[in-house]
């Protein structure tokens, strides 16, 4: 009996045990899963539309043509803003042009991207504007096309809480744990058109951080390992080539007959003798990164920045020669905060440091650069910027607004207005 009663006690002491071990392996995990975000494939080639002037939310890459400033909404269009009086811009109106990223602008008509195409729209009168060509399925890559959703165009990021017990294989694993890395998804660049610097009434001037780009009656878009090529002699754009490059290619810079592009691992240097054709004659390679490029005379500057889905650790400024441009050397490195855009002229360089600030640098001893700091505005995580007027005029792409700067004392910028930016 005494056995009996033994063995049904062990039962129930171990049911309970059992049970205990069981409450104390279940918890909840709160995690950020990426969740993605379709067109079907009935509505991925819409038309555009001009709309009221709206609140900037999500600003990408910013383009400045005749009075206009061109100010991207992630994915959604571009806003029109009248820049003729820089202490006092005005908001004037919105083109939308769905799942738009990049644009570059020459003789009134705005080259962007719409989801898959490259469209060509009219914007001699910004209000008016109107779409009178289109290359279709030039940006297939960036949307995959799943059987009865239709298109994947981003990734949005979505927090769940579930319960987890210790019978789950993914007990003490760190996949749920709250992500802050950057996903790369569908042509999300965090990234503007790049330029050469100089003010042109015929195509106007972008940022450092650049997809697209004209040269020479040529368009060049890239797309993370190509680089497409469309004629733009009438205005319409003609697909003449695609040349692979290397995957990660991710800013644009044209300078003279050459094109310098940006990627994770290092710069490529491209002869663009012939528009139709560039090739690649040379490269610098460096560690994993990211690096928009600016190049004046025989230099190039390159800012290299960790913390992005380029995966590198590394912040700090490449100062190259490029005298032998089949042989680019570095002149020095020099260790930044957090480098974004930047731009060069008048013997200024202009760096946006993220969180850090805008710093203004004299580059006259490229050897010296890190003595040779002239200003530093805080209080605004800077994306990137375009010179203006040999450098005494700036715009910065900020956090929380568009800034402008009367930067004729290089050592005492002094904001001349902002505009808003209201994100979600």
């Not at 279709?136 to 096309?145: E, I």
């Not at 997809?211 to 009438?234: E, P």
């Not at 050459?258 to 003798?273: Q, R």
């Amino acid at each position: 009996m005494s056995n009996i009663r033994f063995l049904a006690f062990a039962a129930i002491t171990s049911l309970i045990f059992t049970s205990c071990l069981q409450d104390e392996c279940t918890s909840s995990r709160t995690f950020v899963q990426w969740e993605a975000v379709f067109v079907p494939e009935s509505e991925i080639r819409p038309g555009i539309n001009v709309s009221d002037s709206r609140e900037i939310n999500t600003p990408g890459n910013i383009y400045y043509y005749k009075n206009y400033l061109l100010i991207n909404e992630l994915r959604e269009g571009v806003h029109v803003i009248d820049n003729s009086d820089p202490s006092s811009p005005i908001n004037i109106g919105f083109i939308e042009i769905p799942g738009n990223l990049d644009m570059a602008v020459k003789d009134d008509i705005l080259y962007a991207d719409l989801y898959l195409d490259l469209v060509a729209i009219d914007i001699s009168n910004p209000m008016q504007a109107k779409i009178i060509g289109r290359t279709d399925g030039v940006f297939n890559s960036y949307y995959p096309l799943i059987a009865d959703a239709g298109y994947i165009i981003e990734y949005v990021p979505t927090e769940r809480t579930i319960e987890v017990d210790c019978g789950d294989g993914r007990w003490g694993s760190k996949w749920f744990q709250n992500s802050a890395i950057d996903i790369f998804v569908a042509g999300d660049f965090s990234t503007t058109a790049g330029s050469s610097g100089a003010v042109s009434e015929v195509t106007g001037v972008g940022g450092s951080m650049a997809r697209f780009t004209i040269a020479k009656n040529y368009l060049y878009t890239l797309d993370g390992f190509q680089m497409r090529v469309f004629s733009i002699d009438d205005g319409m754009p003609d697909l003449e080539n695609t040349i692979t490059v290397e995957w990660g290619i991710e800013t644009l810079f044209p300078y003279k007959d050459y094109l310098f592009i940006g990627a994770n691992a290092g710069m490529f240097i491209m002869d663009n003798s012939d528009p139709a054709a560039p090739y690649v004659i040379s490269e610098f390679r460096h560690v994993q990164s990211c690096d928009p490029v600016f190049v004046v005379d025989d230099v190039a500057y390159v800012t290299l920045r960790g913390g992005t889905i380029c995966r590198g650790f590394v912040n700090q400024l490449d100062v190259l020669d490029i005298s032998d441009i089949e042989n680019p050397t570095l002149i020095r490195s020099y260790p930044m905060q957090n480098p974004h855009g930047l731009s060069v002229t008048d013997e200024t360089l202009f760096l946006c440091e993220g969180q850090f600030g805008l710093k203004v640098f004299s580059v006259e001893d490229n050897t010296q650069i890190d003595r040779n700091i002239l200003d530093q505005i805080g209080g605004i995580d800077a994306y990137d910027v375009i010179a203006l007027d040999n450098g005494d005029h700036l715009i910065v792409v900020g956090e929380d607004g568009i800034y402008q700067y009367n930067a004729s004392d290089r050592e005492k910028l002094s904001e001349l207005s902002r505009i808003a930016v209201n994100r979600k």
